[in-house]
């Protein structure tokens, strides 16, 4: 499809390098500059977190808006800056009350008590910015927003905002990143949004008697993406909805599933500064140069045996617990385990106490570690990632891009990105499809018994390396969807 260029305002609660919590930052990083590039006028929107070095990356006061609320007005400070690679616009919304905090939804476990407030003055002020950014030529076709944090910016140009001509003429598109989130909170806290009680119906916001901000998105926007095509048929059926089954069924005609891209500026080992030696499919031997680096760092002894590696969020959703589970069948083996993770306690306190009895072949950090991750991606070889549910998945991605063969559960982005070995002439990792501690076993067992033959092994090392999972694909995608709505608003 030809494109025309089109001006998009993306909306997003977080964005890498300023703020980030998980992938939805790197998305919200890394695309907006894809889009850039194919031409495409785009401006990001965040909060002005208290985190962000302003002076760093370059904020300045832009201007100051009047933010209305149900309680009265709200002053917003606009600061102005870039992305800077490819030098996509970045407003700020600051208003300290709100975001000059220790963490970005919430602290100790628990949300900030005020998260509806915080959040619906982030939208109203995406929407006060219309007429500002009109005033400046600047009238945006397309509002792109991310995850519950920002789906009242596809409730308010339907209602709230409708007699605003920017507004009203805006199309809308929203991701779902992740339905396990939905932004709930109390009947009596609905009147915040500023809307009427006639959308406080189970046609509309409400979720069990309660205000569910996501199923707004879900339901206003023009058009719904989530992360992957496995996991957009995922969210259609009890088992993934977290609930919402239904209301994604009804609007299945308007979703589509987009793969991430990742960013191969900074997750490339053959320009990647972390690294003891870079290297690349045509310069292989750097890797063993990396994992040599990384037995030591781990304080594993160097040894010519298969290295298994796993990094991730310790929770539920990503099935750490089963690779807890399978820790002493796999410390028989001729192997070694690094694994870099925090979040649930309890799996914090299993991992220790599987360390203290084998750190001859077991290595461990608990924490959050961005140079440590790079290393294991170069210096494992085997990359473990047995999630219950995963909209798409980054690591997975980063791994086949530094020859680290993926081992993944066939479900969401992980079955869509992962070609598996036995089902595909090209399999650039292993999948399995029950979440149990066996299944899992089994397929690292089967995989072992590929990696002791080295020629088998490169050409899936090889395969992966050649894969392209760059964002230029998908970024092409979400333009081709933009255009679709924009033709539905013109
Ligand atoms: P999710 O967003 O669900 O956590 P993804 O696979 O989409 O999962 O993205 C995870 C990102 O967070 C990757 O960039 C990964 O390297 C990084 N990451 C996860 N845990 C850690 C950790 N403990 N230290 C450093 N990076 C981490």
Redesign the pocket.
């Known amino acids: 499809m030809v494109h025309k260029p089109l001006k998009i305002l993306f909306v997003s609660p977080e964005a890498a390098p300023f703020a980030k919590t ?3 930052a ?1 998305v919200a990083g890394a695309l907006p500059c894809a889009l850039a590039r194919l031409g495409h006028q785009v401006k990001l929107v965040i909060p002005r977190y208290g985190s962000i070095d302003g002076a760093a990356y370059g904020f300045k006061e832009w201007l100051r808006l009047e933010v209305p609320s149900p309680s009265g007005v709200i002053p917003a400070v606009i600061e102005r800056g870039a992305l800077s690679e490819a030098k996509v616009p970045v407003l700020a919304v600051r208003h300290d009350p709100f975001f000059a905090r220790a963490s970005l939804y919430g602290e100790g476990g628990r949300d900030y008590p005020d998260n509806l407030e915080r959040f619906t003055f982030f939208c109203r002020a995406v929407m006060e910015l219309f007429p500002r950014l009109a005033q400046d030529g600047w009238t945006p076709d397309l509002l792109h927003a991310h995850d519950w944090q920002s789906a009242l910016c596809m409730v308010y140009p339907r209602t709230l905002y409708k007699p605003v001509p920017e507004a009203n003429q805006l199309g809308t598109v929203f991701t779902i990143h ?1 339905i396990g989130y939905q932004g709930h909170f109390p009947e009596a806290d609905y009147p915040k949004t500023g809307l009427g009680m006639d959308l406080f119906t189970p046609a509309g916001l409400e979720f069990y008697k309660k205000l569910n901000l996501m199923k707004g998105g879900l339901l206003f926007a023009d058009r719904l993406t989530t992360v992957s095509p496995t996991y957009s048929r995922e969210i259609q059926t009890p088992e993934f909805g977290f609930g919402l089954e239904g209301v994604v069924r009804e609007r299945a005609d308007r979703l589509v599933g987009i793969v ?1 891209g990742i960013d191969t500026d900074v997750w490339d080992p053959e320009t990647d500064h972390y690294l003891a030696s870079r290297y690349s499919l045509a310069k292989i031997t750097g890797k063993s140069v990396c994992k040599m680096a990384l037995q030591q760092e781990m304080h594993l002894p160097v040894r010519n045996v298969p290295l298994l590696v796993v ?3 310790l929770s539920d ?2 099935g750490l617990d089963l690779v807890a589970d399978i820790v002493p069948a796999l410390m028989t083996e001729e192997l070694q385990l690094v694994l ?3 979040g649930n306690p309890d799996l914090e306190a299993r991992f220790r106490s599987l360390y203290e009895q084998w750190p001859q072949k077991f290595g461990l950090r608990i ?4 140079g ?2 790079h290393r294991i ?1 170069a210096g494992g070889d085997l990359f473990l990632m047995p999630s219950r549910y ?7 991605l ?1 791994s086949v891009r530094y020859g680290t063969v993926p081992i993944v559960r066939q479900t969401g982005g992980l079955a869509d990105t992962v070609a598996a070995y036995g089902a595909s002439e090209m399999a650039t990792g292993f999948a399995f499809k029950e979440a149990s501690a066996a299944a899992l076993l089994s397929t690292i067992r089967a995989a072992l018994a590929v990696y002791a033959h080295p020629k088998r092994w490169a050409a899936l090392m090889q395969a992966g390396m050649k894969t392209d999972v760059s964002w230029a694909k998908s970024a092409r995608a979400y333009a081709d969807l933009y255009q679709q709505v924009r033709a539905l608003r013109s």
């Open positions: 998980g992938g939805l790197d992740n991430n990094i991730s969020r959703q990503k870099l993770g925090s924490g959050f570690d961005d440590l991750a991606q995963e909209p798409c998945g980054l690591s997975q980063y």
